[in-house]
């Protein structure tokens, strides 16, 4: 079909403009809430090619949105651009060795994700320009996908209430449709103060926030015994309260991550694991304070959405690689560990037949793999399903067997291959957008397939009404 041709060709016209702003992104390395730079260099080039930008949206300074046209419907291309901390790696190198340690990387591939959703709402831009097409389509800038969830916060404000459609992608190591949901999660802090004493001279003056954080724990991991299979509870103490054994600690913090298949079974998790706190601060007579920082939402995907996207992705596929491509590839799943091997054993006994041939035969998926059931992962992206029909998937941009939030991921993210699967991804998302901004039966469609997924519920709202984005 002509428009995919011509689609396509818009987005290899201007590849050298994304593979830059990608490869830049990816230099930057800025985590939640701190992408100045990254929000800057797609905020500006937008505005350069014509876009209305709209800079800070919801509070969040590094948000932004850029838009054409007029009217309905309204196609959104959601887009990222934060690293994750402390993954600081050198380009291209198969082995650990970070360009500054502690600094941070993009272990997510965010710099490619935020890139090809420029660079698809681009595109389409030019093609509607050359074809006069009405309806409106934009990019929004959405920072700290990580660790904060910053989609919540945008959804909480209506920066998404007149979207038709939504769409995003994520780089992985396999091209497949999201046809599935993601895990609902929390992120809460729970910090106990007790009273500081001589541990030997004067115990018995002392009140230990330190032991009400391992006694949380504990009601916790018993909780798990009595919980749904699919929750996932875990924790991280951030504070102990000090490196002297010889002082009672009168602070001690630990943060917790809560998820489960719904956000409503994840609000009552949240409730439980408050009530383990309480519990260990009556034990110990120190006090709690409990603050939820973040609130992703499961995603509910649209088989209206998905069906247009995996009719584009076999279009667009195969992506064509070179026989030094698939080396690169091979010696970064040469240096993956032990059990990703076997989990990649795993997902080939799982396909089965032909493909699990393939699976184990090559590094990198050029074909779309169906049927890989639901992820355990979180996405902010859940937020946006909500309140907008929504669809994403994931293109191939690393070795497969590359585990997740890794080094090796910081390594793969401005090779070849993820250049490639960028440049697909921006192929497929521009062609579903064409799709659904010039049928809008189409449109109709898959927002009455969201009325029946959601069947009468409402975006919950998880997020505390005094939440801010913020760095915590
Ligand atoms: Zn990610």
Known sequence: ????????????????????????????????????????????????????????????????????????????FLGEY????????????????????????????????????????????????????????????????????????????????????????????????????SLANFRVFYTFHGTSSHAAGAPHL???????????????????????????????????????????????????????????????????????????ALITETKVDIKHVAAYSDYIANDVISE??????????????????????????EVITDLDKENLQQMAKKLAGKEAKEILKTPLYDWRIEGLGPSKGSTDVGDVSWVVPTGQFSAVTLAAGTPGHAWQVVAQGKGPVAHKGMLFAAKVLAATGYQFLTDLDLVAKAREAWLEDLDGETYPNALPKDAKPEIW
Request: net charge negative; aromatic share 8%; proline share 3%.
């Open 206 to 280: 002392g009140r230990s926030a330190l032991d009400a954080v391992e006694i949380m724990n504990v009601g916790v991991n018993y909780m798990r015994e009595h919980m749904i299979d699919q929750a996932r509870i875990h924790y991280a103490v951030i504070n102990t309260g000090g490196t002297a054994p010889n002082v009672v600690q009168s602070e001690a913090q630990v943060l917790y991550a809560i998820r489960a298949p719904k956000v409503t079974q994840v609000i009552d998790l949240h409730r439980r694991v408050d009530n383990c706190a309480k519990g260990a």
């Open 308 to 333: 247009k996207i995996g009719e584009n992705m076999d279009a667009f596929l195969p992506i064509g690689y070179t026989e030094e491509e698939i080396e690169y590839a091979r010696k970064f799943q």
């Open 1 to 76: 079909m002509s428009y995919r041709k011509d689609l396509a060709a818009l987005v290899e016209t201007k590849k050298d403009d994304f593979t830059k702003i990608s490869d830049a992104v990816w230099e930057f390395a800025e985590s939640r809430f701190q992408e100045f730079r990254s929000f800057a260099l797609q905020a500006d080039y937008m505005e350069e090619q014509g876009f209305r930008v709209k800079r800070g949206l919801a509070q969040v300074e590094t948000a932004f949105l850029a838009e054409h046209g007029q009217g309905k419907p309204v196609i959104a």
């Open 82 to 181: 934060d690293a994750l901390s402390g993954l600081s790696q050198e380009a291209d190198v198969t082995y650990h060795k970070p360009i500054e340690p502690g600094k941070d990387g993009h272990g997510c591939g965010h710099n490619l994700l935020g890139a090809a959703s420029l660079a698809a709402t681009v595109a389409l831009k030019d093609y509607m320009e050359q074809n006069n097409l009405p309806g409106t389509i934009r990019y929004y800038g959405c920072p700290a996908e990580e660790n904060a969830g910053g989609k919540a916060f945008l959804v909480r404000d209506g920066v998404f209430d007149d979207c038709d459609i939504a769409l995003t992608w994520h780089p992985a190591s396999v091209n497949a449709v999201t046809e599935t949901g």
